[in-house]
Every structure is written in C-alpha cells, then in structure tokens.
C-alpha cells in the first residue's frame, strides 16, 4: 500500500531495564510508575558522583549516553517513548458491537448517526486519559527525574494530535529545571493500520494545520489523504515497513536520545515488530518505553 526506501539499519529491542520488556511481565498495561524502569545497577554506576544519589532514571540517563558516547562506529541507542492516544469515538463503538462486527460493518461506516469516528477524536474519557499524561510527566520529572522528550512526533490522525498537545502543552516545570521547548511534528508514517476502517483515514493537510497549528507538518505530506483506501486493508508486515522506514528517518536525522512518539495500537505492535520487542497491548492513555539499537548494514 505504501512503499518506502530500503532500511539503512538494522534495528533491535534491548531488553532488561523495563517491567515491559520481560516475557513474563505486564503483556496489557497501562502507563506503568516510572514507566516500568528496573531498579538495576549499570556499569556506569561508578563513574557517578555517589550513584546512590541518583534516581534509577538519572543512573538510566547516565548509561545510555555512555552507550552512544562508546558504541562502534554505525552503532546508535535511543529511548522511544511510545504513547497510545486516549480512548476515541471508534474505541466507543467498537466495544459496544464487538470487534467481529466492528470489522465486518460498522468500521466501513462515518458513523451511526449518533457519533461520527472518522478520523475519530477523543471522547470525554480519551481527553482525561491524555490530561493524565500530562499529571504523570510532571510527577515523574519533578520525583523521578525521569527526562521530558525533546523532541515530540504524532500521527496526523486528530486524536493522537489531541493527546500529544493535552499531555505536553504547558507542563508544569520541575523545581529548577528549565522545560524543554514544545515543536511538535506530524508524521504519517507512524499512522494506524491502513485502509477501510474510516476512524483511520485522516483529515485534510489544511484542516490538520487549522486545527492543530502547534504541529510542524513534515516535507511532502499531502493536501488529500492519498494513503488511505476503502477497500483494501494494510497487512501488519506492510504496517512493519512503513515503522522501519519512521526509524530510519529518525535515527539518520534527530541527533536526540530519547523521543517522544503518539501513535496507535497497530503502530506501537509494528514497532515490536520491526524491533523484535515482545508483544505488549497497551491500553488507551498508555505510554511504553522501548530502547532501540540501530546497526548501520
């Protein structure tokens, strides 16, 4: 459905510092304290100044930056933290039908005359869920010293663009430590499954920007919806591609180490595929983390 250019990478889940990552850990969660951080020692541990003053995400931060600063040459690490938008119209509908019927007919539909889930937004509960985001992230940072994401990217689809400006616009600063500048970018690679379903095709490039004009559009993103089509359905290995490429982008031109990303449940299980990461299900509002590896080939 939608072709992209060859992988420059090679890219891999590196497992052991998160509840998520274990095979035996929470396989549908939620956004877990702390995002799920381990508390482990690292080798770095003693290149700190008393390691037993830092916070588990300080000594994280620590090592991950000594991972870049010694990999090889072609050898790069970055934190994605991936989070499911909050509960949508389409969410609504199809826990009402059930997701037989939902596929089957109800999908293929604007709406039921009631409610309308194409290109669905947030319901009342989905925006709590982002504001919840928001209160975790300023928790977090302020006991934790978990890091704010610099940079942040978002599926044009209008709830994840709802709930990355609900989750990250004016947060509240951690004592002494200066907030990191909000430029959010859309991106359609990192969109939900393609095709059918109308709550997954998107809005107009001039709408988007109308409604949403916190959000950089990236280079080349088309006035129409040229992607989505009524008829044929994106096959998760499809899906798969279309996340390597998002990969790609991001580990040959966002210098950064740890990234924000606000996308959907099919794109958050395309990236366990692309990184061969375990499977975990996350539910409306939920924020993941996965540490990646890039391999040049």
Request: charge should be negative.
């Amino acid at each position: 459905m939608m072709s992209s250019r060859t992988s420059h990478f090679r890219y891999t889940a590196v497992t052991g510092f998160f509840e998520q990552d274990s095979p035996t850990g929470p396989h549908e969660t939620t956004t877990l304290p702390g995002l799920g951080l381990i508390s482990r020692p690292y080798e770095t541990d003693t290149t700190l100044s008393s390691a037993n003053e830092n916070t588990n995400w300080e000594r994280f931060l620590h090592y991950l930056d000594h991972l870049n600063k010694s990999s090889s040459s072609g050898v790069f690490y970055k934190l994605i933290i991936a989070a499911r938008h909050g509960e949508g119209y389409h969410n609504v509908k199809e826990a009402e039908v059930g997701t037989v019927e939902w596929e089957a007919h109800w999908a293929r539909l604007e709406g039921d005359g009631k409610t309308v889930w194409a290109d669905a937004h947030l319901t009342p509960k989905g925006i709590g869920q982002a504001q919840a985001m928001k209160v975790f992230w300023e928790d977090a940072a302020s006991s934790l010293k978990l890091p704010l994401p610099r940079h942040h990217y978002a599926s044009p689809l209008t709830r994840c663009l709802q709930t990355c400006e609900l989750a990250f616009t004016d947060l509240k600063p951690a004592p002494g430590v200066e907030n990191p500048p909000f430029n959010p970018i859309i991106k359609e690679m990192i969109r939900e499954r393609l095709g059918i379903h109308t709550c997954d095709r998107r809005s107009s490039r001039s709408v988007i920007h109308e409604n949403h004009p916190l959000f950089a559009i990236e280079e080349g993103f088309s006035e129409a919806d040229e992607l989505w089509v009524p008829d044929v359905r994106e096959t998760l290995e499809e899906h798969a591609v279309r996340i390597k490429a998002f990969l790609d982008d991001l580990f040959e031109n966002d210098s950064e180490q740890i990234i924000s990303v606000t996308a959907h449940s099919g794109s958050i299980l395309a990236l366990y595929v692309t990184t061969g990461h375990e499977e975990v299900r996350v539910a409306p509002g939920g924020i993941v983390p996965v540490l990646i590896k890039a391999e040049a080939i």
